[in-house]
């Protein structure tokens, strides 16, 4: 089945220091990668949607400047949080769709950002 | 438009009992609705999905029930299991688009 894989699924930094986080589909290709955040007790929250070869599309109050995403393959889009703050604390999700096997969206493990 | 609201918040099931949770959509140009399982620091995992051109769906213990009129759906879990116990969402999105979720439901399942 598909399979997507998220790295790394924990990190630490320090405050005004960003981090990347990294999704891939192992055995196809996305044409849509999904980024969401979730916090403790709560939905998913989706943050941006990125297709293949252009600019992704954010949703209404996420900072794109803040909360880059590149997704220069069709197997590899990555999150960067730029000048990282203890409120960007949260679970990192991302989300593939395949290009070729239907209606279907495989999320990876997560990723568990703190900054201290 | 695009909310999906769930219930109940949080559910506790007896062994072997059957845990149902619900969802209601508004977007009627919803044509996809799956369910998910996520355990804590975990990825969602799909447990099951509906088109809404059937009105039932079932793989092993897992069902999902469709009303299209009324615009509901529904998880029933049969014969529950401590290992089902977990945060369950459902969703709902148009072809190819953006899911939107529901607000989750903590399932614990007693011995």
């Known amino acids: 089945g598909a399979v997507v894989s998220q790295h790394p699924s924990r990190v630490i930094c320090k405050s005004g220091t960003s981090v990347k986080i990294e999704c891939r589909s192992l055995?196809?290709?996305?044409?849509?990668m999904f980024w969401y955040r979730q916090f403790p007790k709560q939905s998913l929250m989706l943050m941006a949607t990125s297709n293949e070869g252009s600019k992704a599309t954010y949703e209404q109050g996420v900072e794109k400047d803040k909360f880059l995403i590149n997704h220069a393959s069709l197997t590899l889009s990555t999150l960067t949080v730029t000048s990282a703050h203890p409120e960007d604390s949260s679970f990192y999700i991302c989300?593939?769709?395949?290009?070729?096997?239907?209606?279907?969206?495989?999320f990876g493990s997560g990723t568990r950002l703190t900054v201290v | 438009q695009q909310q999906v609201k769930q219930s109940p918040q949080s559910l506790i099931v007896q062994k072997g009992g059957i845990s149902i949770i619900n969802c209601a959509y508004e977007?009627?140009?919803?044509?996809?609705f799956p369910w998910y399982q996520q355990f804590p620091g975990k990825g969602p995992a799909l447990l099951i999905a509906?088109?809404?051109?059937?009105s039932e769906k079932k793989e092993g213990r897992f069902t999902i029930s469709f009303n299209k009129s009324a615009k509901q759906f529904s998880l029933h879990i049969m014969d529950s299991q401590p290992g089902d116990s977990a945060t369950y969402f459902c969703?709902?999105?148009?072809?190819?688009?953006?899911?939107?979720f529901g607000t989750g439901t903590r399932l614990t399942i007693i011995p």
């Open positions: 989300s593939a769709t395949p290009r070729d096997r239907g209606l279907s969206y495989t």
């Open positions: 969703a709902a999105s148009m072809l190819g688009e953006k899911l939107t």
């Open positions: 977007n009627t140009a919803f044509d996809y």
């Open positions: 509906i088109r809404p051109d059937v």
């Open positions: 055995d196809f290709q996305a044409t849509t």
